[in-house]
């Protein structure tokens, strides 16, 4: 399967293949939570500058955002595998939850106008 048409399951499998032959084991899940924390953290440090009213440091003009960004993705499928959430059905539910709820709220938010 190409990379780019791999489903969220399909990732979830790839990152405990990784996990358990090349980095040995999984973090414990405090550990992990402390990794996404710190990977958001570089993501909105690049978005903060890039997009954002501060002035991009030298060192980070050439960040790949796509990179930062499927860092944060790895440590979410991380977690989601060892505390068995499958992200597929997750993400399935979260779009229906937001479906509901949300019909109308944001096409009649007069501040999105």
């Known amino acids: 399967m190409k990379p780019d048409t791999k489903s969220l399951q399909d990732l979830?499998?790839?990152v405990d293949q990784w996990i358990t032959t090349v980095g040995v084991r999984y973090f414990n899940e405090l550990t992990n939570l402390a990794i996404l924390?710190?990977?958001?953290g570089e993501l909105a440090r690049i978005i903060a500058r890039r997009y954002g009213e501060q002035s991009e440091k030298e060192s980070d003009q050439g960040a790949d955002l796509g990179d930062e960004m499927a860092d944060v993705l790895w440590v979410l499928i991380a977690l989601a595998n060892q505390t068995d959430v499958n992200l597929t059905d997750a993400f399935h539910k979260n779009m229906a939850k937001k479906n509901a709820r949300?019909?109308?709220?944001?096409?009649?938010n007069p501040k999105l106008k």
């Open 102 to 108: 949300d019909s109308n709220r944001h096409i009649n």
């Open 37 to 40: 924390t710190e990977e958001v």
């Open 12 to 14: 979830q499998e790839d």
